[in-house]
């Protein structure tokens, strides 16, 4: 699976953005899919993820009630909404899969996208 992260930006606080990955090949509805963050001089963390039927998300406390994943298997896409947008949500997003239904750890993972929320 390759997978290819777009939609990082400039905004302001307060603002929204819409993060798309795009997955290539034809098992992608069977993978879990996941977005990751990584600020500048911190470790990487989990920020959401979804089951392949997009019936099951998860998020970290920090983000609940701001960002929504999605998923649209029949495009191969996945993708992560977020609103009201605070300068600590700066940081390179990525994107990553998983044939495996609740992963602990992911197989896959795209490029990063740059995110920056000025105050």
């Known amino acids: 699976v390759q997978l290819q992260a777009s939609g990082g930006g400039l905004v302001q606080a307060g603002g929204s953005l819409r993060l798309s990955c795009a997955a290539s090949g034809r098992t992608f509805s069977y993978y879990a899919m996941g977005w990751f963050r990584q600020a500048p001089g911190l470790d990487r963390e989990f920020v959401a993820g979804i089951n392949w039927s997009g019936s099951n998300t998860s998020y970290v406390e920090s983000v609940k009630g701001r960002f929504t994943i999605s998923r649209d298997n029949a495009k191969n896409t996945v993708a992560l909404q977020m609103n009201s947008l605070k300068p600590e949500d700066t940081a390179v997003y990525y994107c990553?899969?998983?044939?495996?239904?609740?992963?602990?750890?992911?197989?896959?993972w795209g490029q990063g996208t740059q995110v920056t929320v000025s105050s």
């Open positions: 990553a899969a998983d044939p495996t239904p609740i992963p602990k750890t992911y197989l896959y």
